[in-house]
């Protein structure tokens, strides 16, 4: 079996971070959304890793390089542009020839593993296995109809009246027979080649198309919100260490790790909480569920959960909450007066002003 890795996505809902930094590359808990999907495919014992990228490919190749770091082959696929999930698979033929092949979304974090999900796949290899969760707001998902039995009856991508409320989990597994189903695709009413409508092909085909509900942790990471989310979740897992340099006038309380080569002065670090690599933290508070990256600065500041990316600096500023911040930013106060703000704002931003 091989696995496909969709990574070519341009992120749309993460800008302005992604007008220069690939989404899937964005850390939680100070590593990229990217290698735990990597990770969870390498411990199903699966080797070949077909990787679908698009323009932030030279990024993600120097980020993953040949895949041994993971204990995979990676071999790079070029998207030319992202037109749909079912496009991926079709780019990827080649590649895949007639092996069973998992196909994972990049930016996708689920909680568990797909170990169990891989084993069952190789003991009954249905055409398709999907995987579900229940979501309060299905408009926003591929949708599945089961029958009174659980069989997979219907798939809808983003219905404005869902027939029910399981969402597809960005997982699925494939035999050979679905490339029979994307060669049939025509665009969708987004311009796209869905997955949802080569799934449902199978199923019109006669052939079986298998599910199975989680009861554990998904999040599509493509908003700030769900990044923020998966974060603090992987941060209530930390083991507390300390490899970098804390000062006797520092505090740590719960869960904290201070990656080597970071520096906390006089500062109060609450986790759970992690310091990245060669990052300083002097007169400043880090609240809990907070991630720095490598070489940051927090100076006479207070932050608490957020995301903070390599080598950016806070220095002299109130509270910073619910916030995911870029890669070399710098953020200050403003003078004092005149009362006013001052902003350098790039296309897409969001921001939040408390006047």
Known sequence: MKALVLAGGAGTRLRPITHTSAKQLVPVANKPVLFYGLEAIAETGIREVGLVVGDTQAEIEAAVGDGSA?????TYLRQQAPLGLAHGVLIARDYLG??????YLGDNFIVGGIDGLVRRFARERPAA??????VSDPRQFGVAELDASGRVVGL????A??????????VYLFTPAVHEAVAELKPS???ELEITDAIQWLIE?????ESSVISGYWKD???VTDMLEVNRLVLESLEPRVSGSVDAASELIGRVVIEPGAVVARSRVVGPAVIGPGARVEDGYVGPFTSIGADCVIERAEIEYSIVLPRSSIRGVSRIESSLIGHDVEVTPASTSPRAHRLVLGDHSKVQISS
């Not at 993971?70 to 990676?74: I, P, S, Y």
């Not at 296995?129 to 229940?134: D, F, G, N, S």
């Open 129 to 134: 296995q999907i995987m579900l969760t229940k």
């Open 161 to 170: 009246r869902p027939k029910s409320d399981l969402a597809l989990v960005g």
């Open 205 to 209: 085909a006669g052939l079986p198309v």
């Open 221 to 223: 990471t493509g908003n």
């Open 98 to 103: 007639d092996d069973d092949f998992v196909m």
């Open 156 to 159: 809808e991508e983003k219905p």
């Open 189 to 191: 009413w987004r311009g």
């Open 70 to 74: 993971f204990g995979l082959e990676v």
